[in-house]
């Protein structure tokens, strides 16, 4: 069974109840926008309504996981009224909650590129295994942006110390470095990945459907990610607003104009 509805977004459920959802727009290494985070939405909709599945295994297509958001479609975004901006936050938080609360066991395979809303995908699964090219960053900061709505959920995965550092320098980080903190779980030579993943996916498939339902609940009650409605509505009305700032509109411009933002020790004065 496979949809085709939104191609940025793919998925296919095999004989086993094993659905496989794959980010795809490879040719921007899998950055989110509009039409991704809806296709997100449109895969767990359609995966609860027909297919019931046992397992999601979260992917990236073509060399990069996910690269995080689309900076040029971000900086159109923030040019729009208030109200569409906390739409388009509104459904991004949703989407990452919505695979944070699955009811059943979530996989992430992660290959190249995690960078910024993509370590939040990671951090929101149950389980996340990394190839040893794999690089990530949490680097909303760099162009004047927050990761307020994953921090909660980048917390469980990593813990506040962690989150400290690399949500407030911005730098990158290796995959046995993303072990060490605790925002994966495994590492494995590139070529292996796939198998990793299937060997997991294997043992999960032994264990009780509603068992591991409620264990998932009942660990999730503990989680900071896991977010009564006013604190998410806070973290996606702050999201929105720091889109729509004159320091975001500098670090968008920056990137689209390939140069230093202002406030960078490399900006000409």
Same mark, same amino acid.
């Given at each position: 069974?496979?949809?085709?509805?939104?191609?940025?977004?793919?998925?296919?459920?095999?004989?086993?109840?094993?659905?496989?959802?794959?980010?795809?727009?490879?040719?921007?290494?899998?950055?989110?926008?509009?039409?991704?985070?809806?296709?997100?939405? +449109?895969?767990?909709?359609?995966?609860?309504?027909?297919?019931?599945?046992?397992?999601?295994?979260?992917?990236?297509?073509?060399?990069?996981?996910?690269?995080?958001?689309?900076?040029?479609?971000? &900086?159109?975004?923030? &040019?729009?009224? %208030?109200?569409?901006?906390?739409?388009?936050? &509104?459904?991004?938080?949703?989407?990452?909650?919505?695979?944070?609360?699955?009811?059943?066991?979530?996989?992430?395979? !992660?290959?190249?590129?995690?960078?910024?809303?993509?370590?939040?995908?990671?951090? !929101?699964?149950? !389980?996340?295994?990394?190839?040893?090219?794999?690089?990530?960053?949490?680097?909303?900061?760099?162009?004047?942006?927050?990761?307020?709505?994953?921090?909660? +959920?980048?917390?469980?995965?990593?813990?506040?110390?962690?989150?400290?550092?690399?949500?407030?320098?911005?730098?990158?980080?290796?995959?046995?470095?993303?072990?060490?903190?605790?925002?994966?779980?495994?590492?494995?030579? &590139?070529? %292996?990945?796939?198998?990793?993943?299937?060997?997991?996916?294997?043992?999960?498939?032994?264990?009780?459907?509603?068992?591991?339902? +409620?264990?998932?609940?009942?660990?999730? %009650?503990?989680?900071?990610?896991?977010?009564?409605?006013?604190?998410?509505?806070?973290?996606?009305?702050?999201?929105?607003?720091?889109?729509?700032?004159?320091?975001?509109?500098?670090?968008?411009?920056?990137?689209?104009?390939?140069?230093?933002?202002?406030?960078?020790?490399?900006?000409?004065?």
């Amino acid at each position: 069974m496979m949809n085709m509805t939104n191609t940025t977004v793919l998925w296919d459920v095999d004989r086993r109840g094993v659905a496989t959802v794959t980010l795809n727009r490879p040719d921007v290494n899998n950055a989110y926008n509009g039409d991704l985070i809806q296709g997100l939405h +449109q895969a767990m909709d359609d995966l609860g309504k027909r297919s019931n599945p046992r397992v999601v295994v979260l992917r990236g297509n073509g060399k990069h996981f996910q690269a995080g958001a689309d900076l040029t479609w971000l &900086r159109e975004v923030g &040019r729009r009224s %208030e109200e569409e901006n906390v739409r388009i936050s &509104r459904a991004t938080a949703e989407a990452t909650h919505r695979l944070n609360t699955l009811p059943v066991p979530t996989v992430a395979l !992660v290959q190249g590129g995690c960078f910024g809303g993509g370590t939040g995908f990671v951090a !929101v699964c149950d !389980v996340a295994i990394a190839a040893d090219d794999a690089i990530f960053s949490i680097s909303e900061t760099r162009w004047g942006l927050m990761a307020g709505i994953i921090i909660p +959920q980048l917390a469980d995965a990593m813990g506040v110390r962690q989150v400290r550092r690399y949500a407030l320098t911005g730098e990158r980080f290796d995959a046995h470095e993303a072990r060490r903190i605790g925002l994966v779980h495994e590492v494995v030579p &590139r070529a %292996e990945l796939e198998m990793a993943g299937e060997r997991l996916v294997s043992q999960l498939l032994q264990n009780a459907p509603d068992a591991c339902a +409620q264990t998932k609940a009942v660990t999730l %009650e503990s989680a900071w990610g896991h977010l009564a409605g006013s604190a998410l509505t806070r973290l996606i009305a702050q999201h929105a607003a720091k889109r729509r700032s004159d320091e975001a509109a500098e670090g968008l411009a920056s990137f689209v104009e390939k140069r230093p933002a202002r406030w960078s020790p490399g900006a000409q004065s």
